[in-house]
């Protein structure tokens, strides 16, 4: 398994923004299919956005689309999550999650979890 480590999260208001870092220790992060899922209180975990092992090809949620971006920097073995325009409902704690396989919309199908980190977004 991998180990993770979310970084970032924060107390925002709406409409602001910030930047969520994944780092990796003990593998390369390009060979994983690496994504950003978030759970609110009383809410089932939900996939956020995603990118591909090999191509970097990026997938995200509609209710982020426009508003969130993933990238990996494989020179520091993160993965980013730079979110904009954030909204009340953006409110949850965001876990970085890979998968060696294909990717999927499922946590079910991703292996290693970070601890998570909260972000707020205040109205």
């Known amino acids: 398994q991998v180990q993770l480590v979310e970084f970032g999260g924060g107390l925002v208001q709406t409409g602001g923004s910030l930047r969520l870092s994944c780092a990796a220790s003990?593998?390369?992060?390009?060979?994983?299919?690496t994504a950003w899922f978030r759970q609110a209180p009383g809410k089932e975990r939900e996939f956020v956005a995603a990118v591909s092992r090999r191509y970097g090809n990026t997938y995200y949620a509609n209710s982020v689309k426009g508003r969130f971006t993933i990238s990996r920097d494989n020179a520091k073995n993160t993965v980013d999550l730079e979110m904009n325009g954030l909204k009340p409902e953006d409110t949850a704690a965001y876990y970085c999650a890979t998968s060696p396989v294909r990717f999927s919309y499922s946590g079910q199908n991703y292996d290693s979890w970070g601890q998570g980190t909260q972000v707020t977004v205040s109205s």
């Open positions: 003990g593998h390369t992060l390009s060979i994983f299919v």
